[in-house]
């Protein structure tokens, strides 16, 4: 079978390395191609691939399956439309991050795992919801990969607000500016309860759930990791703002959660059978590719910040690609027209596809 890679720029990551080598292993060919590299005519791709780990350019027969890496330009949609009406695509977008919330709160069985998610437009409303949470989280409404994130606590003379490593206090006249100014202007802000994610040393955490789709296009659970915000006088434990990464899930989660570590592997292995039995469901074109990312608090509750498509894959990048390789075999055979897809960015597509 052949896979192609498709991407706005024919630069080779050590990521798609690995790919390109695992699919070798199994005896496919796999190489890296642009929306300008297809001719449609002649039903040639001139691509990118790898012969004894060197890089060879070279012109190559229509993909099996494409592995969408998600960025795409805007001179480039008619190609990627045109090839998804004969090639089935990997790597779907799910929406926004209100939009998922909204999909997911319609299943029971998520409800105890959902930090609400809502957007705010006038000033009252902000008023009435951190004063029921006293403390409560902002978002933009795309991910940013931590930034533009405020958290707004709620004190006796006013607010503390910190954003990134800064903070500062405003008073209660203060907050009208705050909001006009920061909150409505330019971006849109989805707000939530702040969950108080930390070690056992106070330590801020996030972990992320990793799941891919694998043999007979079955759900793989690949890596369950925290991230751990060393610094306290942060609310924002994020991978791209500084915050460490261990792979030793089990040792960290007795160590830094002693009271209920074996209550949250229950929970974690409870949560991966249901999300991964309901979720898709709420689509009508196939996912294969997620990153969840949780809170898990002292008392051993899990709640779900968010939702990615495409999350990034780093330092799992080989048990990810023996599980996409066994995917596409798979999915090369059982995927059938019309292929239905949700890979263009909001600003390149019909905001009804959603």
Not at 268 to 297: C, E, M
Request: one cysteine or more; charged letters at 25%.
């Amino acid at each position: 079978m052949i896979f192609g890679i498709l991407k706005p720029n024919r630069a080779v990551t050590e990521v798609e390395r690995i790919f390109i080598n695992v699919a070798h292993e199994h005896g496919h060919e796999a190489y890296i191609f642009t929306a300008a590299d297809v001719d449609f005519e002649n039903k040639k791709i001139k691509g990118i691939t790898l012969e004894k780990n060197e890089i060879i350019k070279g012109f190559f027969d229509f993909p099996v399956v494409i592995q969408n890496r998600l960025a795409v330009k805007k001179e480039d949609v008619s190609v990627y439309n045109k090839l998804s009406e004969i090639i089935p695509f990997t790597n779907h977008r799910i929406g926004t991050k209100q939009q998922v919330y909204d999909r997911m709160k319609r299943v029971d069985n998520f409800k105890k795992y959902l930090l609400q998610v809502i957007n705010i437009t006038t000033l009252e409303h902000f008023i009435e919801f951190i004063t029921l949470h006293k403390k409560i989280i902002a978002k933009p409404g795309a991910s940013n990969q931590g930034k533009g994130i405020y958290t707004i606590e709620l004190q006796e003379q006013g607010y503390l607000v910190k954003h990134l490593s800064e903070e500062k206090n405003i008073k209660n006249e203060g907050i009208e500016s705050f909001f006009n100014d920061i909150l409505k202007k330019g971006k849109s802000f989805n707000f939530s309860p702040y969950f108080l994610s930390e070690t056992n040393l106070g330590h801020g955490t996030v972990f992320r759930m990793h799941i891919t789709r694998g043999q007979n296009g079955q759900w793989q659970l690949i890596k369950i990791f925290p991230y751990v915000n060393l610094s306290k006088a942060s609310d924002i434990t994020n991978g791209m703002q500084g915050a460490l990464i261990t792979t030793r899930e089990q040792l960290f989660l007795e160590q830094f959660y002693p009271k209920c570590f074996k209550e949250i592997n229950e929970e974690l292995k409870n949560l991966f059978k249901v999300f991964t039995n309901q979720f898709q469901k709420l689509y009508a074109w196939r996912l294969d590719s997620l990153g969840l990312d949780l809170g898990i608090s002292q008392d051993g509750e899990v709640m779900i910040y968010e939702v990615n498509s495409g999350p990034g894959i780093g330092f799992m990048a080989y048990p990810v690609a023996c599980a996409q390789v066994k995917y596409y075999e798979w999915l090369a055979v059982n995927a059938k027209l019309p292929f239905l897809n949700n890979f263009l960015p909001l600003n390149l597509k019909d905001e009804k596809s959603l």
